[in-house]
Nanobody, 121 residues
């Protein structure tokens, strides 16, 4: 009844850019925080960026200044603009959100199924 759906992944050459999107839908009263993670084959999932309801952002040192996270509250969507991509950025990118489903409920954490980003030359 709550789902996160990522989009925007694909194939890109080194130095290129991509903008990922993640839209939440279903039984949602409020979204507290939305985040992006990534996982390369044979590796653990790692944090990339997050944005709180206040608008405060947090970035992993892995992406330095190459990524920008933003959101559209009305559309329940979080974006990740990625620039100057390198082969090291190749991974499946996952959306994560802390969501309150009802006004009297606490928050729960939800995950999308991921979108693949492949950087190649």
């Amino acid at each position: 009844q709550v789902q996160l759906v990522e989009s925007g992944g694909g194939l890109v050459q080194p130095g290129g850019s991509l903008k990922l999107s993640c839209t939440a839908s279903g039984e949602i009263y409020s979204i507290i925080t939305m985040r992006w993670f990534r996982q390369a084959p044979g590796k653990e999932r790692v944090f990339i960026a997050g944005i709180a309801n206040s608008g405060d952002t947090n970035y992993s040192e892995f992406v330095e200044g190459r990524c920008t996270i933003s959101r559209d509250h009305a559309q329940r969507t979080v974006y990740l603009q990625m620039n100057t991509l390198s082969p090291e950025d190749t991974a499946k990118y996952y959306c994560n959100a802390d969501i309150i489903r009802r006004p009297d409920f606490g928050w729960e954490s939800f995950w999308g199924q991921g979108t693949q980003v492949t950087v190649y030359s």
